[in-house]
């Protein structure tokens, strides 16, 4: 089944998307977590970051934020480690390494969904 709002594809016969929350059968109300505290509903849309916005975009993105910064931590440290032994080329590796993962743990703490 595919959300009318978001375009996520969701399991066979669920309610509510997995990504948006929007509700999937006529005349159910959307969660409530989509609806601000004065009774309006969100139509931010893109509003939210995608780390810990929950759904299955929120759990994907945590996935992803947590595989670069356990890159840069390896990167960087393997890099101090190899150019202590003087194996220069590897510790430029791995210092590239590292920027990637902090590139890519910086960009997911900005990207909004």
């Keep these: 089944m595919i959300c009318p709002k978001c375009g996520a594809s969701n399991r066979?016969?669920?309610?509510?998307?997995?990504?948006?929350?929007e509700?999937?059968?006529?005349?159910?109300?959307?969660?409530?977590?989509?609806v601000d505290d004065d009774g309006s509903e969100d139509?931010?849309?893109?509003?939210?970051?995608?780390?810990?916005s929950?759904?299955?975009?929120?759990?994907?993105?945590?996935?992803?934020?947590?595989?670069?910064?356990?890159?840069?931590?390896?990167g960087i440290v393997a890099g101090v480690a190899t150019l202590a032994i003087g194996a220069y080329a590897y510790s430029a590796f791995f210092f590239l390494l590292g920027v990637v993962g902090i590139v890519g743990t910086w960009y997911l703490l900005k990207a909004k969904r």
């Design 12 to 21: 066979d016969g669920a309610s509510y998307c997995d990504s948006c929350g």
């Design 23 to 34: 509700a999937l059968v006529p005349g159910l109300r959307p969660r409530s977590d989509s």
């Design 43 to 52: 139509e931010g849309g893109g509003s939210e970051p995608l780390v810990g």
């Design 54 to 74: 929950g759904g299955l975009v929120g759990w994907m993105a945590m996935d992803w934020f947590l595989r670069f910064a356990i890159v840069a931590v390896i």
